[in-house]
């Protein structure tokens, strides 16, 4: 006799014929089924790109599977328990698989509809052995997390040994914009067809609250895109990608940067690809170490790490809030025209014209200013989710509630990313052409940043006290002859900030 076929449950971020559920499976052996969640696509209003990017992504790779004699099944139903009892209905002999999921909510909603499920192989570190390093160590530091991974996954190694003699190039990266002409990478522009006209249409018809510009050229929705995507920025970009991988500049919107992530985190690029193309590259002599440590540190450090802790620190992490930061979401946020901040206005507007900006923007223009105005880490993590192409609730809690808004009370990071505009005018052109001026900290024409930087550590001065590499920066409250006229315009900042009116 015949064995029933397995049904497999296949979610969005899973787009991988090599990972998963999908691994073994057969058209013989394994049928496909897809639930749309309506919930999840009406209950909040997403950035047009990202919700255009992960249904095209997915409809394109049901395509490829259909094409290789899947039988595929998508069900739209009110949400996913709905779907899965709909389905079970009409095959109730089912037998439903899936690869376990990248959230605590739907890990566990799988677990309660009895759905078996594969270990997520999606990553390079098993979330068993992450949750071991972790508990082993006296601090979560990722460069000590970063050098196990070289050395387990034995990448730039020479033996035990770093290749180069360093594990970490720092101090060789991380440049500002250079002063004179530059000539950045060319943009990679990704074509449409009749998939991505369909997935647009209907969500025009349907009327989904979206917000954002529409699709252009920027993203792909395939898997020969996210390919393409990655030669590109292997032939363009990787050289000068740990050089400029902190600055920021209206010249470019990318700078060295990869685009990569979406494809990463939807599943259409796997880690193992990007590591063993890159590393080619770098073996075959015109890249410099410093580059390509830089680039390998973001993928089997970074990603990992977050991967892990979000998984570590369990599902309550997203609620934490240890600064008792309760400010509503600046209107600033979701509208550029309510800020005369360059730095602000720039990344708002590049976000609202392709749902992503680089780690820099990300970390010390959106978070600090969030940070020091003392805005709920709830309210910015949710508007974060719903603006950013490649935004996962794997990556972004722990991103937002840890790294970002030291929410978490330093568990995740040993001191706040807080600072004024000092930093921001160092990376960036940005100031040159602002309304204010970094260095001034009181006056109508003083930097938001440069003064709320200084409320900042003044009003968490005792919470701070015992951090010792807060010293530094707590020291030089001391030092400030103005700081009650700094505190005075803090005020009047932050009413200004609340109304969108600065
Ligand atoms: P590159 O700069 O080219 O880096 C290569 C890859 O490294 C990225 O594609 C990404 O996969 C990985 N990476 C680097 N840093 C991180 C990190 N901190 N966490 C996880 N992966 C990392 N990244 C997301 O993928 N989704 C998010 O929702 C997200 N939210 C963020 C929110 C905040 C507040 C901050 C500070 C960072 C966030 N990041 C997020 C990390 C990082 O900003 C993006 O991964 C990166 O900007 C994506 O662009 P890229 O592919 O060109 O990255
Ligand atoms: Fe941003 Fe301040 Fe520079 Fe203006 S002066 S661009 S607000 S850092």
């Not at 004699?69 to 009892?85: H, K, N, W, Y």
């Not at 070289?150 to 040994?161: K, P, Q, S, T, Y």
Request: glycine content about 6%.
């Amino acid at each position: 006799m015949v064995a029933p076929k397995e049904t497999i449950l296949l979610l969005n971020d899973h787009l991988h014929r090599h990972y998963g559920a999908l691994k073994n499976a057969t058209p013989a052996t394994h049928r496909v089924l897809v639930v749309e969640s309506e919930r999840m696509l009406t209950t909040r209003s997403w950035h047009v790109q990202r919700l255009f990017f992960l249904i095209s992504a997915r409809d394109h790779f049901l395509q490829d599977l259909v094409a290789e004699g899947f039988e595929v099944e998508l069900i739209r139903s009110p949400d996913t328990p709905a779907g899965i009892a709909q389905y079970r209905l009409a095959n109730p002999d089912s037998h439903i698989v899936a690869t376990e999921p990248s959230s605590h909510r739907q890990l566990k909603q799988f677990q309660e509809l009895g759905i078996t499920l594969h270990p997520n192989d999606f990553f390079l570190t098993p979330r068993p052995l992450f949750s071991q390093w972790a508990s082993a160590q006296k601090t979560l530091v990722m460069e000590n997390f970063y050098r196990a991974q070289r050395l387990r996954l034995n990448i730039l190694m020479e033996g035990a040994e770093p290749i180069g003699g360093k594990w970490n190039y720092d101090a060789d990266n991380r440049l500002p914009p250079p002063k004179g002409e530059h000539r950045w990478p060319a943009y990679l522009q990704h074509s449409r067809d009749a998939i991505d006209e369909r997935v647009l249409q209907e969500i025009v018809d349907r009327k989904l609250p979206v917000f954002g510009k529409l699709p252009d050229s920027t993203w792909g929705t395939t898997r020969q895109a996210a390919l393409q995507q990655l030669d590109h920025f292997l032939t363009h970009c990787f050289d000068e990608f740990g050089a400029y991988e902190d600055a920021m500049t209206t010249e470019s919107w990318a700078v060295n940067h990869s685009l990569l992530s979406p494809y990463l985190n939807v599943g259409l690029l796997h880690a193992e690809e990007v590591i063993e193309a890159a590393l080619k590259r770098f073996k075959g002599g015109d890249i410099p170490l410093a580059g390509a440590e830089g680039f390998i540190r973001q993928i089997i450090g970074w990603r990992e790490y977050i991967n892990g802790l979000y998984w570590f620190f369990g599902d309550l992490y997203r609620h934490e809030n240890s600064l008792a930061a309760n400010r509503p979401l600046l209107p600033l946020f979701e509208d550029s025209s309510k800020t005369e901040m360059k730095c602000v206005a720039t990344t708002v507007e590049d976000i609202h014209s392709r749902a992503w900006v680089h780690h820099i923007p990300r970390l010390m223009v959106l978070s600090n200013l969030a940070l020091i105005t003392g805005t709920s880490p709830q309210e910015f993590l949710d508007w974060m989710r719903r603006a950013f192409i490649d935004a996962a609730d794997w990556v972004m809690v722990p991103n937002v509630i840890g790294m970002s808004l030291h929410a978490d009370g330093g568990k995740l990071a040993t001191k706040p990313y807080a600072s004024g505009g000092a930093y921001i005018s160092k990376m960036s052109n940005y100031c040159k052409s602002c309304a204010f001026d970094p260095k001034k900290r009181v006056g109508e024409d003083a930097c938001p940043f440069t003064t709320l930087y200084w409320d900042f550590l003044s009003r968490n001065r005792d919470r701070f006290a015992k951090n010792h590499r807060m010293a530094q920066q707590l020291a030089g409250i001391n030092r400030l002859s103005d700081l009650a006229e700094t505190k005075e315009r803090a005020q009047e900042v932050l009413d200004l900030l609340s109304r969108g009116e600065l």
